[in-house]
């Protein structure tokens, strides 16, 4: 059963536009969220989190969205760069567990 | 530089042919685990540690060891591999709970 879903396996988008990737959670108790990056042949890099006592997180172009009573948040990339060509993890956690649960991830391409 | 090493990079074996790749991290993390990789299921966790001496399993286990004799080294092990843990393999590290998990740049493993 997942927990973490994004039902999207991928997204395209034209340079300088926004992206929305969407990621959805069944877990009540997680109350921390992540998005991780990845490109070909190298580990997941961070790339912003939100709190479950926040519902929006600021970081540069990207902005993270929560909606606790939809258990839905979203990543917000403003303007897209062909640079963030890659594939976006969502994942989560609860308070007393390390443990990341990850999505299946979107792969996202910016157009030139 | 904060980092977490995996090696090696890339390894091809055959079926039953013991192997271990490492793993080690220079951030004094207690929280360590392993993670794979395959096509449309995004990341699995395999193995994690809260601190030395302290494992458990993950969402995949079947076929795989750790051991955490030390806080920095995380190895997996893989007593007899199989064709099906042909996969890309990631380790991460991460200071405490509600934190970002930093991520190896991954082995990909091959078993013929």
């Known amino acids: 059963d997942q927990q973490v879903k994004q039902n999207s396996p991928s997204l395209s988008v034209q340079e300088g536009r926004i992206s929305i990737l969407n990621c959805d959670y069944t877990?009540?108790?997680?109350?921390?969220f992540l998005w991780y990056k990845k490109y070909p042949a190298e580990g997941p890099t961070f790339l912003i989190s939100?709190?479950?006592?926040?519902d929006k997180n600021e970081d540069g172009r990207f902005t993270v969205f929560l909606n606790k009573s939809a258990k839905h948040l979203s990543l917000h990339i403003v303007p897209s760069q062909p640079g963030d060509s890659a594939v976006y993890f969502c994942?989560?956690?609860?308070?007393?567990?390390?443990?990341?649960?990850f999505g299946k991830g979107t792969k996202l391409t910016v157009n030139p | 530089e904060a980092q977490v090493t995996q090696n090696p990079r890339y390894l091809i074996t055959v079926t039953g042919k013991k192997l271990t790749v490492t793993c080690s991290q220079n951030m004094n993390h207690e929280y360590m685990s392993w993670y794979r990789q395959d096509p449309g299921l995004g990341l699995r966790q395999i193995y994690y540690s809260m601190n030395v001496e302290v494992t458990d399993k993950g969402d995949v286990p079947e076929g795989y060891k750790v051991s955490r004799k030390e806080k920095r080294n995380f190895p997996l092990i893989l007593e007899s591999p199989s064709p099906n843990q042909t996969s890309l393999y990631f380790c991460?590290?991460?200071?405490?709970?509600?934190?970002?998990?930093?991520f190896g740049q991954g082995t990909r493993l091959t078993v013929v």
């Open positions: 994942a989560a956690s609860s308070t007393g567990s390390e443990k990341l649960v």
């Open positions: 877990n009540s108790m997680f109350d921390y």
């Open positions: 991460a590290s991460s200071g405490t709970e509600n934190t970002e998990a930093f």
């Open positions: 939100i709190s479950s006592i926040k």
